[in-house]
């Protein structure tokens, strides 16, 4: 199994502004995976990040609006740039080991 | 794309009673999982099914995957305010998932 830590849990940011989104793992993955979940809907994958090299991006998903780091095989972190009431959402890191593990997520609100 | 529809997406029922979600897709899937998620937290697994008609049961819980892989089911038996959440099934196919959009249940007391 595998246990994630994610920072902050919650935050509430004014609209322009950007937001670095922390996720920690207690073990070395190779792929780290970054979803959004919009109030009362599903999960929406936004990146898969390696370890090394530039994340990939799902369709409807820019670098420039969600850069993403990999420094090394247990950390990662989502940024969330010019934001927009419209990112509104919960923001959460996940690994893949023979399952899928999630953090708890970061809850943000844009105003 | 490999798309998932649960249904029904919203459920409300009285303490006791049962209840059935599906999962549904016109693709195949290595595996297929379900999950459980509380307001304020991430998703948190249930179980995973591999083989096609496989059964699972996890104490009031079962889980059915459909014979070609395509399909699931989640069955509560009477159902306790505690299973009160939000259910994802998601599919699993070359180390990704795709979710399905979840089914809320509510269980009054």
């Known amino acids: 199994s595998a246990v994630i830590s994610q920072k902050p849990s919650r935050d509430i940011c004014q609209r322009g502004t950007s937001l670095t989104i922390q996720c920690q793992v207690d073990?070395?993955?190779?792929?780290m995976f970054w979803y959004r979940q919009q109030p009362g809907q599903s999960l929406t994958l936004i990146a898969t990040a390696n370890q090394g090299s530039e994340a990939t991006y799902e369709s409807g998903f820019v670098i420039d609006k969600f850069p993403i780091s990999r420094p090394n095989l247990t950390f990662s972190t989502l940024t969330v740039s010019n934001m927009s009431p419209e990112d509104s959402s919960i923001y959460l890191c996940?690994?893949?080991?023979?399952?899928?593990?999630f953090g708890p997520g970061t809850r943000l609100l844009v105003l | 794309t490999q798309l998932l529809e649960q249904s029904p997406q919203f459920l409300s029922i009285q303490e006791g009673e049962n209840l059935t979600v599906y999962c549904n897709s016109s693709s195949v899937f290595s595996s297929l999982q379900w999950y459980r998620q509380e307001p304020g937290e991430g998703p948190v697994l249930l179980v995973t099914?591999?083989?096609?008609?496989e059964v699972k049961k996890l104490k009031r819980l079962t889980f059915q995957f459909g014979d070609a892989r395509k399909d699931s089911s989640l069955h509560i038996t009477a159902a306790q305010t505690g299973d009160t959440g939000l259910y994802l099934c998601?599919?699993?196919?070359?180390?990704?998932?795709?979710f399905g959009d979840g089914t809320t249940l509510t269980v009054k007391p």
């Open positions: 099914v591999v083989t096609g008609g």
């Open positions: 998601a599919g699993a196919w070359a180390g990704k998932s795709t």
């Open positions: 073990s070395q993955v190779t792929m």
């Open positions: 996940s690994v893949f080991q023979e399952t899928q593990y």
